[in-house]
């Protein structure tokens, strides 16, 4: 069986930084592009970073961009999310999900349970 | 960006009725649309992709359609289980987006 799952979070004060990981298997994880989705309290979801499967090409949405980095080790079957310089509004449930191909031009057909993110002093 | 728009916001029907949701996308996004489900306290379950192609495991009374910027999720006739929060999302093009979502609810 596809498993993800995450961890990582926590409470981090403003400016602070957290490293995220998502622990992949059940699948051949460096066949599959991936990507983070966050979803803020009571909010919907945004799908805010992405990475192809070789890892050679990445995606970060403008409210992220210049303080998160995606990556991954194929060899570890691990995504992970480096954030920086966080702000309250970075709050959030944070998901990691497969897509069902190599690129991000596909739908997520598994998602981790999510790990909470709050930035608070 | 593609803006995903979907209606009604809330949704209150009963076990046994048929429940449509809509979905519309600023331009054109072909068939590359997908249908979620999320529960309280979950995360999203994918329902729908390609527009019209269920996902695997998923019952046949789920069903969408459309193309180009309308789409439709329906769900032919409502179990217990189906009230929760739906989302559609466009992946053909970057960045990829997803709708504010529609809850449907026990009425």
């Known amino acids: 069986d596809v498993q993800l799952v995450e961890s990582g979070g926590g409470l981090v004060q403003p400016g602070g930084s957290l490293r995220l990981s998502c622990a992949a298997s059940?699948?051949?994880?460096?066949?599959?592009?991936m990507s983070w989705v966050r979803q803020a309290p009571g909010k919907g979801l945004e799908r805010f970073s992405g990475?192809?499967?070789?890892?050679?090409?990445?995606f970060y949405a403008d409210s992220v961009k210049g303080r998160f980095t995606i990556s991954r080790d194929n060899s570890k079957n691990t995504l992970y999310l480096q954030m920086n310089s966080l702000r309250a509004e970075d709050t959030a449930i944070y998901y990691c999900?497969?897509?069902?191909?190599?690129?991000?031009?596909?739908?997520?057909?598994?998602w981790g349970q999510g790990t909470l993110v709050t930035v608070s002093s | 960006e593609i803006v995903l728009t979907q209606s009604p916001g809330i949704l209150s029907l009963s076990p046994g009725e048929r429940a449509t949701l809509s979905c519309r996308a600023s331009?054109?996004?072909?068939?590359?649309l997908a249908w979620y489900q999320q529960k309280p306290g979950q995360a999203p379950r994918l329902l729908i992709y390609g527009a019209s192609s269920r996902a695997t495991g998923i019952p046949d009374r789920f069903s969408g359609s459309g193309s180009g910027t309308d789409f439709i999720l329906t769900i032919s006739r409502l179990e217990p289980e189906d009230f929760a929060v739906y989302y559609c999302q466009q992946y053909g093009s970057s960045p990829r987006t997803f709708g504010q979502g529609t809850k449907v609810e026990l009425k």
């Open positions: 999900a497969k897509t069902t191909g190599s690129s991000g031009s596909y739908p997520f057909d598994y």
């Open positions: 990475i192809t499967a070789s890892g050679g090409d990445t």
């Open positions: 331009q054109s996004i072909s068939s590359y």
């Open positions: 059940g699948f051949t994880f460096s066949s599959y592009a």
